[in-house]
């Protein structure tokens, strides 16, 4: 397919609690993917960077920030920023790039390094900022809209804590063969049972921490990959960042409202199956072509809104399938053979490019005991906060 | 004295109004009824809307419980606490307002656990207090869901 980009080299820093700089895990991994390519940097010809607000205004320039600190040499320079999602909006401006000619070989980055526990707003009194007024009138953590969606599945679909407890016991074990993972001990069901309730009915080990971390990857053209001498490389064929359409009717972080269905008949499809959706359509194959998916468990509950999300059963099936270790490594359809946001924690801008990174190692063979047998095509899915989301179609 | 009431953001519900009469504001568009909360006054969100006025609007006193959690740890600033003082868990719940066909977010009334909010029951907006500022003698006011009682539901 002409839309089709290489996947050249993939490269991570652990993800973890170091207490350096988010500059310091981007460069590491940006010299990882580097290396895996078997580019040298000077050849980059485009940096594009995933933005962290955490980092000042540093974290705002990433992509300048990662290009000094491999040593300026030129290349073009971009950074951007979609909540979680940075990092697939940053490989899909790599894609337009090499797709339009623009570059050869572009390299993309994104880095962070997390304060410990709840993420918090920017400081400052900003009363025009949703997600300021969320935490100033509410107190609502990320993790009380992760309970809200819980409780919901339970009321709508029966599912209880024990299914979601399932999806951290799956998680646990698949990032135990993880070396990037930061949480690397396999997990039971009554050590989540028995963690600490944080926003009911979601305990502390249905919630995903907050991590340092780096991914990075090395795109080029199918031709350029070619000369390269990698006549089969692993390659993007699709990048879904498709926006909500009006009425948005599943109060979403950082909202205190949804909007209102009284002028305009909402669409009977989910913002994250639409998410899906569009990457299937670009990359002309469906769900039961997938041999993986790596999607964003930012609680467990929520992965099992994934599986239906992006159609791997109807709605309210979702927790059959992990019950039923379909799912799991050794399943029909594995799903976060990495281990997961269970076993890395969110390290934000990274965390998109980690997924496409873990597609990557998998669809090459390489990735060692958590290998799902001849993988040939992977998914990835990721949402964040004001309406972002995305997906990634990766083949061979 | 009593302490000055200040609500914790101008605009987004009554004043100075008894319990029966405590409302959350929004804005409705005149062009195409959609209904906004947090109140939006600059533009109406409906990309098929043909142009109208925001007004403002009260909304429904009354809705059903979307869903609820609750906050077993303390929340990071701006939410105002004492650190001093032992962390009282809250509930959180999300309502469903029939006639604006939206979800509003809000705290329990004081007291209410997600035990007295089963998704689909009904619960109505009551005045209520965010936080109390001894030094500074204020109060900032609120919006709380409380479960309407079935006997009361006639
Ligand atoms: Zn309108």
């Known amino acids: ?396 | 004295m009593p302490r000055t009431r200040i609500p914790v953001v101008a605009g987004w519900f009554t004043e100075d109004t008894a319990e029966e009469g405590f409302r959350l504001l929004g804005t409705r568009c005149s062009g195409c009824r959609s209904v906004h909360f947090p109140r939006e006054d600059d533009h109406c969100r409906n990309p098929g809307c043909p142009g109208g006025e925001l007004e403002e609007v009260a909304l429904s006193k009354r809705g059903t419980v979307w869903s609820c959690t609750d906050g077993r740890y303390r929340p990071p600033p701006p939410y105002v606490s004492d650190p001093a003082v032992p962390w009282v868990p809250y509930t959180l719940v999300a309502v469903e307002l029939a006639a604006e066909r939206m979800v509003v977010l809000g705290q329990a009334a004081p007291g209410v656990g997600v035990g007295d909010l089963p998704v689909g029951s009904v619960v109505e907006v009551v005045p209520g207090v965010l936080e109390e500022d001894p030094a500074a003698d204020t109060v900032h006011t609120t919006w709380h869901w409380r479960p309407v009682a079935v006997e009361a539901l006639s």
């Open chain 1, 1 to 396: 397919m002409s839309g089709d980009v290489a996947v050249l080299g993939a490269g991570m820093h652990p993800w973890g609690k170091w207490g350096r700089s988010f500059v310091s895990y981007g460069r590491a991994a940006a010299r990882a993917a580097l290396d895996d390519a078997g580019i040298g940097w000077p050849e980059v010809g485009s940096v594009v960077g995933a933005q962290t607000v955490r980092g000042g205004y540093p974290g705002y320039v990433a992509g300048a920030t990662f290009a000094r600190a491999l040593g300026w040499q030129g290349a073009r320079v971009t950074s951007v920023y979609a909540a979680c999602a940075s990092g697939a909006q940053a490989i899909n401006t790599a894609r337009a790039q090499i797709l339009a000619g623009m570059a050869d070989v572009v390299l993309v980055v994104g880095a962070d390094a997390a304060p410990k526990g709840f993420f918090a707003p920017a400081g400052g009194d900003r009363p025009d900022d949703p997600d300021w007024l969320r935490f100033r009138v509410l107190g609502a953590t990320n993790p009380a809209y992760f309970g809200l969606y819980a409780r919901r599945r339970m009321a709508l679909y029966g599912d209880s804590p024990d299914d979601f407890a399932l999806v951290k016991v799956k998680n646990a074990a698949a990032g135990a063969l993880n070396a990037y993972a930061r949480y690397r001990t396999p997990v039971t069901a009554e050590e989540v049972a028995a963690s600490a309730v944080v926003a009911d009915p979601l305990r502390l080990l249905d919630i995903c921490a907050t991590s340092d971390g780096a991914a990075a990857l090395v795109l080029c053209g199918m031709d350029f990959a070619r000369r390269r001498g990698v006549a089969d490389p692993v390659r993007i064929r699709a990048v879904s960042t498709v926006t909500p359409t009006f009425p948005r009717t599943v109060l979403d972080l950082p909202d205190i409202g949804t909007d209102s269905a009284v002028a305009v008949e909402p669409s009977p499809e989910s913002f994250r199956a639409s998410i899906a959706r569009s990457a299937y359509e670009e990359a002309g194959i469906g769900p039961e072509d997938l041999s993986l998916a790596e999607v964003y468990d930012l609680s467990t509950a929520l992965e099992l809104e994934w599986y239906e999300d992006i159609g791997l059963c109807g709605p309210g099936e979702g927790a059959k399938l992990v019950r039923e270790g379909v799912t799991a490594l050794g399943g029909r359809i594995p799903v976060n053979a990495s281990g997961g946001l269970a076993s890395f924690g969110e390290a934000v801008p990274a965390q998109a490019i980690a997924q496409v990174c873990e597609l990557t190692w998998q669809l090459r063979g390489q990735a060692g005991d958590r290998q799902v047998p001849g993988a040939r095509v992977g998914i990835t899915a990721n949402q964040g906060l004001f309406g972002h989301g995305s997906a990634v179609v990766a083949v061979r």
